[in-house]
């Protein structure tokens, strides 16, 4: 049966969004360590990249439970200040404790939404997000506001997936789940997992919004679990936008979509050992 083809309505795609990160907001900041290990490398070449450095103030965008919040507020040190911003205000409780647990004092959070920033112009010296801009419905609306906020010379740094023949332990089962939900294909410019990954995209998209000095790297990501049924609970706990795709089916039919996504997912198993083939793009601009 081919798929239909329905309009994009980004108000009940964001309304969406923010209910699934509110459920999953505990497994975000549970699975935490395996989010430090799997992005931590990439966060580092984001922070490096955007020149994050002791005294500066850093607004996160998309924060989740804080993981590299809290990097970039230990980087900055006591005299730097990071805020930390997310839609959901049930993960940005995570991220504050968090903080509290990793003996940080120089982070706040505040419920905020990426594409209307409620903060001054002038007020940051760098902005940060990791695998955030990706879902904002309005990826131009969100980078000028990170651009406003921006001081002069302040840089805004990302991180987004790549393409999806490079992230197979995400776009596997985001194929298996399309194809299941009878979903249509992502229409150009919609929202979603590889939305900035193909040559280019994100460079042009920081140009459009203003940014100068515009660079961008690949970052190999590897996700390291136990196994392929690890990486489903992961991924079932955590992924709300696989949750979205998986909107309309039924109880029995999602529990039979992850059993095949399980399968698919056996080939990056080698022993005790499943390697998730992953690589990020960080990408700056500067104000």
């Known amino acids: 049966m081919e798929p239909t083809i329905a309009s994009f309505d980004p108000v009940k795609y964001k309304n969406t969004t923010h209910d699934q990160w509110q459920a999953a907001a505990e497994a975000w900041y549970r699975w935490s360590p395996t989010l430090h290990q799997w992005l931590g490398p990439a966060t580092t070449r984001m ?3 955007a020149q994050v450095a002791t005294g500066h103030h850093i607004l996160d965008i998309a924060a989740g439970a804080g ?7 230990q980087r900055v040190g006591p005299s730097g200040y990071v805020l930390a911003t997310d839609i959901s205000g049930n993960i940005l409780a995570y991220a504050q404790q968090m903080a509290q647990q990793a003996g940080v004092t120089n982070i706040d959070t505040q419920v905020m939404d990426g594409e209307n920033l409620t903060v001054g112009d002038e007020t940051f010296d760098a902005v940060i997000s990791r695998v955030g801009l990706i879902y904002f419905p309005d990826q131009q609306k969100a980078l000028m506001e990170m651009l406003r906020v921006l001081k002069p010379g302040g840089r805004v740094a990302a991180i987004v997936y790549s393409i999806p023949e490079n992230n197979k332990f995400f776009s596997l089962p985001v194929g298996i789940i399309r194809n299941r939900a009878a979903l249509p294909p992502p ?3 919609q929202p979603g997992p590889f939305s900035l990954g193909a040559a280019g995209v994100i460079e042009k998209a920081f140009e459009q919004a ?3 000095n515009i660079q961008a790297e690949r970052v190999d990501s590897p996700l390291l679990l136990s196994s392929a049924k690890e990486c489903v609970r992961f991924e079932k706990e955590s992924f709300g936008a696989l949750h979205q795709m998986m909107g309309k089916l039924s109880d029995a039919e999602k529990a039979s979509v992850w059993d095949e996504i399980e399968t698919a997912l056996r080939q990056f198993e080698s022993g005790d050992r499943f390697v998730g083939p992953c690589e990020m793009i960080v990408a700056v601009g500067e104000k």
């Open 47 to 49: 922070l490096d990249m």
């Open 67 to 73: 993981e590299q919040s809290i990097m970039a507020a």
């Open 187 to 189: 229409a150009p410019g």
């Open 210 to 212: 203003g940014f100068k």
